[in-house]
């Protein structure tokens, strides 16, 4: 596991909540889990193999369904634990912006999974490569920065910069892509495959910006508890 109760035990400091900081970080693990994901689709997709573009958009729903599961129940024992209601309001913050970065990657498999590949110029195919290399290069980021207040170290805000860094290399990308994918669209056969495969891009790119938003939040838990 990328987090073990122990690490998040010593995080909160209460072994008596261990089953809620397990939960925890439980979704944190199918949400990194989610991004991987992702990538394996989008890589099939772009390859054209249709038998694992549709498995791998399964997987990513599937994932996304369970963490929704894990959170839904996460937040229903909240409202019964004896945590201190600052730690109740950290946990919840930090699973509630999470699972939005898994809800954005569901919207875009969903997306772009109705467009035909076939039609999609090389240009844009790189492109799409490439944003999605950098949001797995995030994802990673995100997750030394998970691992980092856990164990309680003094570099969180390091950790916490080099997410940012990678969403703003992202944001570039995406305007880049966008435009592409617009002046494909002028001459495109069928309007759904660019107008799909640019919504799909910005879900992309919200997803990215979740992933900020979750470091933003875990910079301030480990400031709370001294480690910022």
Not at 78 to 89: A, F, G, N, R, Y
Not at 102 to 128: C, F, M, N, Q, W
Request: aromatic share 4%.
């Amino acid at each position: 596991m990328l987090l073990g109760s122990g690490h998040i035990g010593t995080w909160l400091g209460r072994k008596t909540e261990r089953d809620i900081i397990a939960a925890c970080a439980k979704h944190l693990e199918i949400i990194f889990g989610i991004t991987n994901q992702f990538k394996l689709f989008m890589d099939a997709y772009l390859d054209g193999d249709i038998d694992k573009t549709k498995f791998y958009a399964k997987e990513v729903v599937q994932r996304e369904r369970d963490a929704d599961i894990v959170k839904r129940k996460l937040i229903d024992d909240l409202m019964v634990t004896s945590l201190h209601p600052m730690d109740q309001d950290e946990i919840i913050r930090l699973v509630l912006t999470a699972d939005d970065i898994a809800a954005h990657l569901k919207s875009a498999t969903r997306k772009i999974t109705y467009t035909d590949v076939s039609t999609i110029p090389e240009s844009i195919k790189d492109g799409l490569r490439a944003i999605v290399n950098r949001l797995v290069d995030e994802n990673v980021a995100l997750m030394k920065a998970v691992e980092a207040v856990a164990d309680g170290s003094r570099d969180v805000a390091d950790k916490a910069e080099m997410t940012e860094r990678i969403e703003e290399e992202i944001d570039d990308l995406r305007v880049d892509l966008l435009a592409k994918i617009l002046k494909w669209g002028d001459n495109a056969e069928h309007v759904s495959d660019w107008l799909m495969l640019k919504e799909g891009v910005e879900n992309i790119e919200s997803s990215s910006d979740k992933m900020e938003d979750t470091v933003d939040v875990l910079r301030a838990i480990a400031i709370l508890r001294g480690n910022g």
